[in-house]
């Protein structure tokens, strides 16, 4: 299982910091993905990670104000998210795939296998 954490409220500008745990698996050989979904749209792609390498790969909304990363430690992803904008309130979801893939493959939500529960983040202006 998948657990997300770390959501909450926070003004323009703002960061959080989201977290993926791992239960009952470990992350080697996998790629760690998150998403998110606005009311009454579709959901995104945001950010992935590969575990063996942490190979990042980011979607354009978010580049150079987001930054995945991994734990090895505590079998856990992260996503810091920083210069929070309205427009990335959401609730966000973590996902896991077992695949090999071109890290950019892990931009479609078919790549993954497994996801989480969403934490929800709510940007203010």
């Known amino acids: 299982q998948l657990q997300a954490s770390g959501g909450g409220a926070v003004q323009t500008g703002g960061s959080l910091r989201l977290s993926c745990a791992a239960s009952?698996?470990?992350?080697?050989?996998?790629?760690i993905g998150w998403f998110r979904q606005a009311p009454e749209k579709d959901r995104e792609f945001v950010a992935a990670?590969?575990?063996?390498?942490?190979?990042?790969y980011y979607s354009n909304s978010v580049r150079g104000r987001f930054t995945i990363s991994r734990d090895k430690a505590k079998n856990t992803v992260y996503l810091q998210m920083n210069s929070l904008k309205p427009e990335d309130t959401a609730v966000y979801f973590c996902?896991?795939?077992?695949?090999?893939?071109?890290?950019?493959?892990?931009?479609?939500?078919?790549?993954?296998?497994?996801w989480g529960q969403g934490t929800l983040v709510t940007v203010s202006s």
């Open positions: 009952g698996f470990t992350f080697d050989d996998y790629a």
């Open positions: 996902a896991s795939s077992p695949r090999s893939y071109n890290i950019g493959h892990y931009a479609g939500s078919s790549a993954y296998d497994s």
């Open positions: 990670i590969r575990w063996a390498d942490a190979g990042a």
